[in-house]
């Protein structure tokens, strides 16, 4: 269907045919729209509206239509029109209630709104409207209309309506016929207007009042109803629509304890004064059934009515200047709920005018009536969110360029092109305080039973005081009959409750914001303060103690910047515990970008010069033999801190440009769609594409647990590595702990991320246990251990200086003692090797040992798993000295054999040899051929002999 297109129903009354064929329509929509992949993707949105206002409608929707498609976006508008205003919002509500959502949006009548919000069918159009770039602003739309737009606390401005159509009660006077007689300003004048009107102009064709009392079956908004609750509100409300008896009708009676609240019928004395008003108005009028257009077109448009009352849409006062407007007559008594007794007005009671009433000056209570007939748009809280924007658009431009009743408009820009000096003034009048229709639930029911019995009264019974008591007596009963039974079905949401919903006086339940509490923030700020000073104090201390031996083996340039890194991740707690209570949302933006930064950049500072030792002590591990000493140089640092630093940048800076952190605050949990309590909020720093925000953060948190992880694996497999100091140890034992809290903190982080308070503590758990155990677990050692040297120290020159003492005490008593004193000697040089200042000069003034061949800085390697034990390595090196005398005795054996044969064999002359030299022996003398070893010079040895 063409969106200029209209689909006209019949009469549709709950559970009709042509209900039930509109719901199988959209079904079948739906279905094909889900399950047929050549469906192009335009969107039908269904908007349902009274008869008589579809026509300006479709033109409106073919126009915006239109203007949509040029943006890309496909709508189709389709008006279904409804014949009656009844049948208007009775379909309306049942489409609510059954949820069916045949339609997208609708124009009703307010007095409608209770009954869909207690159906829970009314989008909070807040956002739309406040971020729309249609004029729905405060600056154009009449304040008294702004009030209709609401439904709840003026405080948190929630506005669930759009104002389409005002209906504005006002008094209408033709001056020629009035002359010189006083435009009424109260009741009482008005009674009087209407004698004086018949006397001016007896025996002509003039009716002083056409005020009409007409009424129809189930027609709530008809002028007699309408004309009730405007007079009666005169007497019931004068401190305005958000007193104790703001609209008119009711009194909130509230509780001793203010935790609720009854809703208390007023349908005693001011509503006797009421009746006995209307009567006077009858007395002098048309007949009761007249209709008010008809009214208006033919007779006071022709010039045979001397006033009325009504809304100023029908007047002819462009061709008729003689037309005056005035404000509603008001009433000199005000009605007391506490007494239930009718009193004179006085400016702590009321609002309006003071007037001279028979030479007397009185303070008349007038207000603004809005009528039954003001048209509101409303969108479905069922509607799919692809067509919440579309349909309030429709409805935004619908009520800045419709202008269904332009003698009665709802925007100052409408009132701009009144031709009428006395209208434009009444309609920009703002001094009155507004009275605004009935909007609880059942209110049409209410509003019937209210016009029915009334109009029954008027038209069979002859005014009296007991007659008004009786009707209103049953009235009463009526009434509170019927709010028994709805608040005794729906006990949760009494009648009471909508009541100063509808006047913007219900003040919800305050759920918690979930803001950080002020000892929780300060904490985290102490906890921070602590890591803070702790970084500094070990800064400075390692530049105290820079040319101590402890300190210069771990290299005080990389011991600073463990504090430098560890000083800028401990701030990052700061920020943290902004928020709302305390900071501007400038200033919680800055502090949501500048966290990132802050702890990753501290973090890489510091875990570089850990990571380094790490690296370079792996190095070892595959090579222990090649390396003595490990010297991270500031090469050696300058890679990792580099490759981490322009990583972590490359991150941040993408996501500082591409979707900046900014701090909001979003709601938690379901909504109370009703609004009993407040949603529950919380704030946290997010992006504007929360997709993008995940991507960021666990890109950078991917690369530094991925950095973290390696050193873990690294400081692993060093673990048997003994160091000097332990220095290994203490590293190994800071990166666990840094991935431990990682892998516990931010699974939590996750879990309470809509729960601030928890969050700052995880978070703040985070940066303060990896800043304390990197910062703790590298100085705290080399602190105990120069401690513990000093004091050493401090005990051997107490010691020293004691024998010194003894051994001069004992040079007076004896030489043995003095020699004995000369020979002792002090020893002092038990420290270990370097840990004398480097100056070399003891506390004794004696030269140090001598320094070992290698640097002083670095830390020296004790041990190696690698490297084998002394005794394996005596061993060896006697196994390999064994090997080489051997490598010589074979090597003389092959010298011996080339020698042994060149030389004759003769054993005749060597037996002989041996005989003489055995004589010779025996006496004592080997003789001249002895070789001076005491063998014969000349030796044959054999082979086998030699081998033997």
């Known amino acids: 269907m063409n969106t200029g297109g209209t689909e006209k129903l019949p009469v549709t009354l709950r559970g009709t045919p042509a209900f039930m064929q509109m719901k199988e329509e959209r079904d079948l929509e739906e279905c094909c729209r889900n399950c047929d992949d050549s469906t192009t993707d335009v969107s039908t949105i269904r908007i349902a509206a009274w008869r008589q206002l579809a026509d300006k409608l479709e033109e409106i929707a073919t126009g915006l239509q239109a203007d949509l498609a040029k943006g890309g976006t496909e709508v189709q508008y389709q008006i279904v029109q409804l014949n009656t205003i009844e049948d208007l919002m009775n379909e309306v509500l049942l489409d609510t209630k059954l949820k069916t959502r045949l339609y997208d949006g609708f124009i009703v009548p307010a007095t409608i709104t209770g009954g869909l919000f207690e159906e829970e069918g009314l989008l909070n159009l807040t956002d739309l409207i406040d971020s729309g770039d249609d004029p729905l602003k405060k600056d154009d739309i009449f304040p008294f209309y702004q009030t209709l737009m609401r439904f709840g606390s003026e405080k948190y401005d929630t506005k669930y309506m759009v104002p389409i159509m005002g209906d504005l009660t006002m008094l209408i006077y033709n001056k020629d016929l009035f002359g010189d007689i006083q435009v009424p300003r109260t009741w009482g004048e008005y009674k009087a207007a209407i004698n004086d009107l018949k006397k001016a102009h007896e025996g002509k064709d003039i009716i002083p009042s056409c005020t009409t009392l007409q009424y129809q079956p189930r027609c709530d908004y008809c002028s007699l109803t309408t004309n009730v609750h405007a007079v009666l509100s005169t007497m019931t409300q004068g401190a305005g629509s958000k007193s104790e008896t703001g609209g008119g009708i009711f009194f909130v009676k509230e509780d001793e304890d203010q935790k609720s609240a009854t809703l208390d019928p007023i349908f005693d004395s001011p509503f006797y004064k009421t009746i006995e008003t209307l009567e006077d108005m009858n007395s002098g009028s048309v007949a009761l059934q007249y209709d008010p257009a008809e009214i208006k077109s033919q007779l006071f448009n022709g010039g045979k009515c001397g006033m009325m009352l009504a809304s100023s849409e029908g007047i002819d006062f462009d061709n008729n200047p003689s037309f005056g407007v005035d404000h509603m007559p008001g009433s000199e008594l005000i009605y007391n709920p506490v007494n239930k007794v009718v009193e004179t007005c006085t400016v702590n009671t009321c609002m309006g005018d003071t007037v001279e009433i028979n030479k007397q000056e009185r303070l008349v209570n007038r207000v603004r009536f809005l009528g039954h007939q003001n048209f509101f748009g409303g969108v479905s809280r069922l509607v799919e969110r692809s067509k919440q924007k579309p349909t309030f658009e429709f409805l935004a431009r619908v009520s800045r360029v419709a202008n269904f009743a332009p003698s009665n408009p709802i925007r100052r820009s409408q009132a701009d092109f009144l031709s009428n000096a006395d209208l434009k003034s009444v309609i920009e009048n703002e001094e009155f305080q507004e009275v605004i229709p009935m909007r609880i639930p059942q209110a049409t029911d209410l509003l019937e039973k209210l016009g029915s019995q009334t109009f029954e009264f008027l038209g069979t019974t002859e005014g009296s005081e007991s007659g008004r008591e009786e009707l209103g007596y049953n009235l009463e009963s009526v009434y509170e009959k019927q709010i028994e039974q709805h608040d005794g079905a729906r006990a949760a949401v009494p009648l009471s409750i909508f009541q100063k919903k509808s006047q913007g006086t219900f003040q919800p339940n305050e759920s918690p914001d979930n803001s950080i509490p002020d000892g929780l923030r300060y904490s985290g700020w102490a906890l921070s303060g602590i890591a803070i000073i702790c970084s ?145 909020t919380y704030g946290l720093c997010t992006g504007e594409d929360y997709t993008l925000t995940i991507l960021f953060s666990g890109l950078l948190a991917a690369v530094n647990i991925t950095i973290v992880l390696f050193a873990n694996v690294q400081a692993y497999q060093c673990r048997n590595i003994s160091m000097e100091y332990s220095e290994s140890q203490w590293i190994a034992i800071a990166m666990v702990s840094i991935i431990q809290v990682w892998f516990i903190g931010i699974p939590l982080m996750i879990l309470v991320v809509e729960d601030p308070p928890a969050q700052f503590v995880v978070r703040t758990a985070i940066v303060f246990v990896t800043s304390m155990s990197t910062v703790l677990l590298m100085f705290l050692p080399k602190v105990k251990y120069l401690r513990d040297y000093k004091q050493k120290r401090a005990m051997e020159e107490a010691k020293r200086q004691e024998r010194s003492r003894l051994a001069e005490t004992m040079t007076d008593y004896s030489h043995y003692a003095s020699n004995a004193a000369s020979n002792i000697s002090v020893n002092n040089s038990t420290a270990e090797e370097g840990d004398m200042p480097q100056d070399g000069a003891g506390r004794s003034g004696r030269q140090g040992p001598k320094r070992p061949s290698y640097g002083l800085e670095g830390i020296k390697i004790l041990g190696h798993p690698g490297e084998e034990d002394a005794q394996v390595k005596i061993i060896k090196a006697q196994i390999l000295a064994a090997e080489e005398e051997h490598k010589a005795l074979r090597k003389r054996l092959e010298e011996l054999r080339e020698n042994i044969q060149g030389v004759p064999s003769n054993d005749s002359k060597l037996s002989g040899r041996n005989s003489d030299w055995a004589e010779n022996k025996s006496n004592g003398n080997a003789g001249d051929d002895s070789n001076g070893m005491g063998q014969p010079s000349d030796v044959h040895v054999n082979d086998d002999s030699l081998m033997t």
């Not at 305390?582 to 010069?609: K, M, R, T």
């Open 536 to 680: 500094l104090y070990f800064a400075l201390w390692t530049f105290k103690n820079r040319n101590v031996r402890v300190v210069r083996a771990s290299q005080p340039s990389f011991l600073i910047m463990v504090c430098v890194g560890v000083f800028i991740m401990s701030t990052s707690i700061i920020p943290m515990g902004f928020d709302d209570v305390i900071v501007s949302q400038e200033g919680n933006d800055i502090a949501c970008a500048v966290q990132p930064w802050l702890y990753s950049v501290g973090f890489v500072i510091a875990f570089s010069a850990l990571f380094s030792k790490t690296w370079r002590i792996n190095k070892i591990f595959h090579n222990p033999d090649k390396f003595k000493r490990v010297k991270v140089t500031a090469k050696d640092v300058l890679m990792p801190f580099v490759c981490l630093m322009s990583a972590n940048l490359v991150v941040l800076s993408m996501w500082t440009y591409f979707n900046p952190l900014q701090w909001t605050r979003k709601v938690k949990g379901e909504v109370d769609i009703l609004g009993l309590s407040t949603p529950e």
